[in-house]
């Protein structure tokens, strides 16, 4: 605190205020923290092995079947109960508290899947016998990575846009403006859709293809906060000392333009990681087989009969958003010049 100027302890101390936002964030950090260390939490590899006096761990590294008296040189499957007895005999295994990953099938079920949570699968089983549990960590995991990524270069967009229109104004700015117009005038939902079949979708080919559209949220606030402030006395006398236009934008305007663009950044995570889930649950989004929540909401769409897959993505998805929205009140809360 001591390191931190009086307006920047003005916006701590008021975000601290707002508890609901405050606690959310601790919450947000902690359910993220644990969805990145999910492959200790849920796998279908032990953690740690001990055979023979000599300690593996499968979890970060891939054994051979024949390293535990296996018939094969290929990578062992620890849940296949032969491998377990040999192991267990000169041996043990310390298992993460959830055996499956999020694409391990449980070809042990005593019932059809998809199978009802039990004291195996917490969470139940989608109809395919993959552990729900499982496949909730890990697509909360990548839901997340993907709403920040995209975030971020959306971020950057969208301020050096908003950015340049605003500091130049005139021409670059009408263009600028009618070009948003007729771009923001697009139906987005159905273009994703067409780009997204048109090519197989990955991780990075979605980004790509929702940063065409994300960036344009932060364009008309940051303009604003240009167009306010490049007339003002201290862009004027950086002016007449000679400084480039750069560097007035970047190291005098653009602090300033910040503050409101702050604001806006939980709201564009929570936006792309729903239109993650949407094109997901409409099959035109990660490859088939990924850890994904859309395509849990779709499974239990199409399977009413087990209810614990809808509910368990709802539940997981609406956490989520919860968490991102009254982080952004309290963000907003602190930058709110009124609030003392």
Same mark, same amino acid.
């Given at each position: 605190?001591? @390191?931190? %100027?009086?307006? !920047? ?12 936002? *405050? ?17 200790? #939490? ?48 000169? =041996?043990? @295994? ?43 960590? *890990?697509?909360?995991?990548? %839901? ?20 340049? !229109?605003?500091? *130049? ?9 009618? /070009? ?22 990955? /991780? ?5 293809? &929702?940063?065409?559209?994300?960036? @344009? ?30 560097? #007035? ?8 333009? @910040? ?18 889930? %949407?094109?997901? /649950?409409? =099959? ?27 509910? %368990? ?6 956490? &989520? ?20």
């Amino acid at each position: 605190m001591a @390191m931190l %100027s009086p307006i !920047q302890r003005r916006r701590l101390t008021n975000f601290r205020r707002n508890r609901r936002g *405050y606690w959310s964030l601790w919450a947000f950090i902690l359910l993220f923290g644990l969805s990145l260390i999910a492959e200790l #939490i849920a796998n279908d590899s032990p953690l740690l092995v001990s055979y023979q006096g000599t300690l593996y761990a499968p979890v970060v590294q891939s054994i051979p079947e024949d390293t535990f008296g296996g018939f094969l040189p290929t990578e062992t499957d620890y849940r296949d109960p032969f491998i377990q007895e040999q192991i267990e005999a000169d =041996g043990w @295994m310390l298992w993460p508290p959830i055996r499956f990953s999020y694409n391990t099938i449980n070809y042990q079920l005593e019932v059809p899947s998809p199978a009802p949570p039990s004291a195996e699968n917490w969470l139940g089983t989608d109809d395919q016998g993959r552990d729900v549990a499982a496949r909730v960590i *890990y697509g909360f995991r990548i %839901s997340v990575l993907f709403g920040l990524t995209l975030t971020f270069f959306s971020c950057i967009v969208g301020v050096a846009v908003g950015a340049i !229109q605003g500091f *130049y104004g005139g021409k670059i700015d009408l263009v600028g403006q009618r /070009f948003l117009e007729v771009w923001s005038g697009l139906p987005v939902l159905y273009l994703l859709i067409i780009l997204s079949s048109v090519v197989q979708p990955n /991780f990075w080919w979605l980004l790509g293809i &929702m940063l065409l559209f994300s960036w @344009m949220g932060l364009v008309d606030v940051v303009r604003a906060e240009f167009l306010r402030a490049r007339n003002f006395e201290y862009v004027r006398a950086a002016r007449a000392l000679g400084l480039s236009n750069r560097l #007035i934008m970047f190291r005098h305007i653009l602090p300033n333009a @910040m503050v409101a663009t702050l604001t806006f950044l939980p709201f564009i995570l929570s936006g792309a990681i729903t239109g993650l889930t %949407s094109l997901d /649950f409409l =099959g035109f989004g990660l490859p088939s087989g990924s850890p994904s929540l859309g395509e849990l909401i779709a499974q239990g769409k199409a399977n009413l009969h087990a209810p614990w897959l809808g509910v %368990s993505a709802f539940v997981s998805l609406a956490l &989520m958003l919860t968490l991102l929205v009254f982080i952004g009140e309290a963000v907003r809360d602190a930058f709110d010049p009124r609030k003392n």
